[in-house]
């Protein structure tokens, strides 16, 4: 059987972002993107504003897809592997099996001190220009009057959950086993190798690390590439493989 790969977006992306992989041929699991609402055919829902309500219905969607028996996994990218943290977390908590993997990418550890961004408040072009520094790359929808309308405020909701997001230093002693893989772009000059390393607190189980090329989207070239890791990652090929920079469009 294979796993359910729970794809949860970045600050601001929809289930839209994975769609388009679900055909990518894989030895070990199929996507299954999460959405969230505010967002493309949801869109005229109002997004949530706190990471207990969206890891709530993030868990709500794991369960869904998974059932009484598929092993299923998480995955995350930036904003997208907290909340994927807090959704493993709430499944746990609520006595639901634990996911085959954890896998978070670009992301420091959820406990780490984060300096508040106060984006959500800006105005419009004032939020905009200054996305680009928080988040490491610049929305091309933003550049496009109608498309900005959509996704100011759910982008304006994300940062509001970003700033007021709040981990408890984990329990050593209490950490549940919770098998857990870390992907960082090397050149990634918003998350260090040394804040993505001490994610390895929140598990009493076996954490992996892996640097791969490119900065904190290094991912957007190379979804193929992306795929394979977390194939071999789901497949129990843990050792580090050469990442291959294959065109999305190939």
């Known amino acids: 059987m294979t796993v359910a790969l729970m794809c949860i977006p970045f600050a601001g992306a929809g289930a839209g972002l994975f769609r388009p992989w679900r055909a990518h041929p894989a030895r070990t699991f199929e996507v299954v993107p999460v959405q969230l609402p505010g967002r493309e055919e949801q869109f005229i829902e109002e997004p949530l504003t706190s990471m207990d309500a969206a890891a709530d219905l993030c868990a709500a969607q794991v369960r869904a897809a998974a059932g009484d028996d598929r092993p299923y996994a998480l995955f995350g990218h930036s904003f997208g592997a907290l909340l994927a943290y807090e959704t493993s977390r709430r499944l746990l908590a ?7 993997r954890l896998i978070v990418s670009g992301a420091a550890a959820p406990f780490l001190h984060r300096e508040k961004s106060g984006a959500a408040t800006l105005p419009d072009d004032e939020f905009a220009a200054r996305l ?3 988040v490491g790359y610049d929305h091309a929808s933003l550049h496009d009057p109608d498309l900005r309308e959509l996704l100011l405020p759910v982008l304006r909701a994300d940062m509001l959950i970003h700033d007021t997001y709040a981990a408890e230093v984990p329990d050593s002693a209490t950490a549940p086993a919770l098998p857990l893989s ?3 772009g090397e050149s990634d000059a918003l998350v260090s190798r040394a804040d ?3 994610w390895s607190a ?3 189980a076996d954490a992996e690390f892996d640097d791969v ?3 904190h989207m290094y ?4 979804w193929p590439a992306l795929w394979d890791r977390i194939d071999g990652i789901l497949a129990g090929k843990h050792e580090r493989q050469e990442w291959e920079a294959v065109p999305a469009s190939a």
């Open 94 to 100: 609520d006595g639901f099996r634990p996911p085959r």
């Open 132 to 134: 680009q520094s928080l």
């Open 182 to 184: 870390v992907l960082r």
């Open 196 to 198: 993505a390393d001490q």
């Open 202 to 204: 929140v598990t009493s």
């Open 213 to 215: 090329p490119g900065d």
């Open 219 to 222: 991912f957007t070239d190379a």
